[in-house]
């Protein structure tokens, strides 16, 4: 039931043992790119010999420290140093999270069946690459000997290297976003499961957005709840 609200210290736990279990079961993918990505994401959790927390992981686990502290203040804080302290240790984890720039994210906008008289029929895929400016993600298209689903979100390496992240992730575009109504707070992006709520029709799956320009109030709320008085204001466009 902690699924329905996961906080960021559940998130932890969740990479932790999610980790864990990777390592001790390496044979889990059959395809050499995703078995290189779990292998990475073991080596920012723990250390080498898997039997400790490694320094990116620890660095996490600081920061989730920090923000607690920040949002249920027991005592006087040093809210600027804090702050520097959280900022450094946050470009650090950026850092060793590096590895991600070898494993793309792709959208599967559209899927066609090539046919051939001759040899094996494809599939051409037109996938969105999620990176650099996102609003206007570019278009490739690649033929395939397999399938998956149009709208999933993937990380895809090689002919034989991709991992769906449904429902992980989804991506909504500019013409998927109604006019009017709750839609209108949405913006064309990337978004992260972020638990669910239960609703007259049962549960329903809550995203929250990747994209910085939706997280920046945010983070002025939690501020501004924490003392900070006369922030600037929050640049447009």
């Not at 790119?33 to 490694?54: A, H, W």
């Not at 395939?144 to 990380?155: A, D, K, S």
């Not at 709320?221 to 929050?234: H, I, K, M, V, Y």
Request: glycine share 6%; aromatic share 10%; with cysteine.
């Amino acid at each position: 039931m902690r699924l329905r609200k996961p906080s960021f210290g559940l998130w932890m736990e969740i990479l932790r043992e999610g980790a864990r279990r990777l390592h001790d079961q390496d044979d889990l993918f059959d395809n050499d790119g995703v078995r290189e990505l779990t292998r990475q994401i073991c080596g920012f959790v723990f250390d080498e010999k898997q039997k400790s927390k490694g320094r990116p992981y620890a660095d996490l686990d600081r920061i989730l420290v920090i923000r607690n502290k920040v949002h249920h203040p027991q005592d006087e804080l040093d809210i600027a140093a804090l702050y520097d302290e959280a900022e450094q240790l946050l470009n650090d984890t950026l850092t060793k999270l590096g590895f991600f720039e070898e494993f793309p994210l792709y959208e599967v906008k559209q899927i066609n069946l090539r046919r051939r008289r001759l040899s094996d029929s494809s599939y051409q895929h037109q996938c969105f690459l999620l990176q650099g400016e996102i609003d206007f993600p570019h278009a490739e298209n690649d033929d395939r000997t397999w399938h998956t689903e149009t709208n999933e979100v993937l990380i895809y390496r090689d002919e034989t290297s991709y991992l769906n992240l449904d429902p992980m992730f989804v991506y909504i575009h500019a013409d998927e976003i109604e006019k009017g109504g709750e839609s209108e707070e949405l913006y064309p992006g990337l978004y992260s499961l972020a638990g669910f709520a239960s609703k007259s029709a049962g549960l329903v799956v809550e995203y929250l957005p990747c994209e910085q320009r939706q997280i920046l109030p945010d983070i002025r709320q939690c501020l501004q709840r924490s003392g900070f008085r006369n922030l600037p204001e929050q640049r447009r466009g």
